[in-house]
């Protein structure tokens, strides 16, 4: 599992958008699966998106289809999560892992066979 560090998260409004960035320490994130997973006090982790390298590609926690979208940059150095529509049950830390996993799906489901976590990036979603 190669390292990775988060950014973009922050406080935003009700109905307000942010985009998180997931990035290698070193090299790229091609011919990795990628995930993002959300963590609150008190409740385990989640995944929430997924991006694998096999069909079907992506996968989305029912809560956040149609709101989120899970992408790669061009130069396959960022794996990105585009938040629209925030809502306050959106409030969590957000990780991001890319472990040995061709399945999107599988990724986000057991979040336990992720062997490392980052720091992750908050998201306060409050008016």
């Known amino acids: 599992q190669v390292r990775l560090m988060e950014s973009g998260g922050g406080l935003v409004q009700p109905g307000g958008s942010l985009r998180l960035s997931c990035t290698p320490s070193?090299?790229?994130?091609?011919?990795?699966?990628v995930g993002w997973f959300r963590q609150v006090p008190g409740k385990a982790r989640e995944g929430v998106a997924c991006?694998?390298?096999?069909?079907?590609?992506?996968y989305y926690e029912d809560s956040v289809k149609g709101r989120f979208t899970i992408s790669r940059d061009d130069d396959k150095k960022t794996v990105f999560l585009q938040m629209n529509n925030l809502s306050p049950d959106d409030t969590a830390v957000y990780y991001c892992?890319?472990?040995?996993?061709?399945?999107?799906?599988?990724?986000?489901?057991?979040?336990?066979?992720?062997?490392?976590w980052g720091e992750g990036t908050p998201v306060t979603v409050s008016s």
């Open positions: 892992a890319a472990p040995r996993e061709k399945n999107a799906a599988r990724l986000c489901h057991f979040p336990q066979k992720v062997p490392s």
């Open positions: 070193r090299g790229t994130l091609e011919g990795n699966s």
């Open positions: 991006i694998g390298t096999e069909e079907p590609t992506t």
